[in-house]
Every structure is written in structure tokens, then in C-alpha cells.
């Protein structure tokens, strides 16, 4: 049974970082790209990043480049999302999917970015 | 960047009705990556076609999608109780890059 458990949100003041992680399980990680996806309260979905199976491409959104940073180990299985400088508008619940249509989709894990 | 527009904003219908939900892409997208998800209060989103018209596992078959090109529509045929969530389109375009409609919510009339 394919997996995806995010973890690592949490309060966080503006400017603030923190570090979301993606456990998958049930599938061969190493071959497929890996995303994130956020969704703010009462909001839409929102694509924020990718990155390629080897790690040799990375795109973002352009409302998180030059702040967030993702990365993987595809030796661990996992997925990581480094966020910086973060505001008000990126407190949402983070998902990390894979495929060109995502299923499944993990709990999330809730980033609130707030003083 | 191709943007996705979905129609209408909120569609107010009642159990056993037909639902038709429209998703309009700003230029041509490959049918191959165009993908439904439903989701519900306080849950993930569940992805419900992809390939523009390929059912997900376990998804009833009256839900139902067509389009191609710059139009995709998802139907539901008759309405369970059930059904009433948001909806939203998504694509994949070249590069990694992914974008969503806005959503439909389908409320009960």
C-alpha cells in the first residue's frame, strides 16, 4: 500500500523556518519525481515545488522561490521541504504527492505562521 | 504558465441530479495530464479521473470525464448525498510544473 506520511509543521513566527519531511512507503521512491502541495484555510490548492527522481531538477513556485528549499534521500525514502523567511500567507496544510496526478494523499501537516 | 479556470464557482443542486463541472485551460493541455480530484471538509483531496476520462480505483462510475484541448468537463450522472464537496482540475504541463483550477463547490440545494 502506497504511503505518504508529512510531518515537521507547526507554529512559527514570521521570518521564521522551519523543516517539513514526507515518509513514503510502498512504492519505489527513487523513480518518481516528488512534490509539494499546500493548501491555505479555506483556500485552493496550491502547487509550491518539485523535484526530479535524482534530484537534478527543482522548480518552484513563484511565490516560495528564493525561500523554501526542497530536497530527498531517496536512500531513506524520504522527501524534505526547508522553509525560510516564512509569512503569514504560507501558514496552510503541506502535502507531498508524487506522480503527474497525485494519488494518494498523505494527512498533511498543518504550517502556521503566526506572532 | 497555463491557467486553469473552473465554472461555475458554486453549483447548488439536489440528490439524483446531474452535475456538470467545467474546467477551462488558458492554452492547450494534454488530455494525458489532466486529472479531478474531490475533496471534503477536513480531508485530503481524492483524486477521482485522471487522463482527462480514466476513472481512479474505486471511483463509481457515474462519475465520468471528457474534454480536450482547453475544455474538460466531469459529470457526475446522479448525485448521492455523498457527492456534495469541492472539486477541483489540476494539469501537468513540461518542466514539473502543475497548476489548479480554483475549484467548483457542489452544495445541496
Known amino acids: 500500500e502506497v504511503q505518504l506520511v508529512e510531518s515537521g509543521g507547526g507554529l512559527v513566527k514570521p521570518g521564521g523556518s522551519l523543516r517539513l519531511s514526507c515518509a513514503a512507503s510502498?512504492?519505489?521512491?527513487?523513480?518518481?519525481?516528488m512534490n509539494w502541495v499546500r493548501q491555505a484555510p479555506g483556500k485552493g490548492l496550491e502547487w509550491v515545488s518539485s523535484?526530479?527522481?535524482?534530484?537534478?531538477?527543482?522548480y518552484y513556485a513563484d511565490s516560495v522561490k528564493g525561500r523554501f528549499t526542497i530536497s530527498r534521500d531517496n536512500a531513506k525514502n524520504s522527501l524534505y521541504l526547508q522553509m525560510n523567511s516564512l509569512r503569514a500567507e504560507d501558514t496552510a496544510v503541506y502535502y507531498c504527492?508524487?506522480?503527474?496526478?497525485?494519488?494518494?494523499w498523505g494527512q498533511g501537516t498543518l504550517v502556521t505562521v503566526s506572532s | 504558465e497555463i491557467v486553469l479556470t473552473q465554472s461555475p464557482g458554486t453549483l447548488s443542486l439536489s440528490p439524483g441530479e446531474r452535475a456538470t463541472l467545467s474546467c477551462r485551460a488558458s492554452?492547450?493541455?494534454?488530455?494525458?495530464?489532466l486529472a479531478w480530484y474531490q475533496q471534503k471538509p477536513g480531508q485530503a483531496p481524492r483524486l477521482l479521473i485522471y487522463?482527462?476520462?480514466s476513472r481512479a480505483t474505486g471511483i463509481p462510475d457515474r462519475f465520468s470525464g471528457s474534454g480536450s484541448g482547453t475544455d474538460f468537463t466531469l459529470t457526475i450522472s446522479r448525485l448521492e448525498p455523498e457527492d456534495f464537496a469541492v472539486y477541483y482540475c489540476?494539469?501537468?504541463?513540461?518542466?514539473?510544473?502543475?497548476?489548479f483550477g480554483q475549484g467548483t463547490k457542489l452544495e445541496i440545494k
Open positions: 504527492v508524487f506522480g503527474y496526478w497525485f494519488d494518494p
Open positions: 510502498g512504492f519505489t521512491f527513487s523513480s518518481y519525481s
Open positions: 523535484i526530479s527522481s535524482s534530484s537534478s531538477y527543482i
Open positions: 492554452q492547450s493541455v494534454s488530455s494525458s495530464y
Open positions: 487522463g482527462a476520462s
Open positions: 489540476q494539469q501537468y504541463g513540461s518542466s514539473l510544473s502543475y497548476t
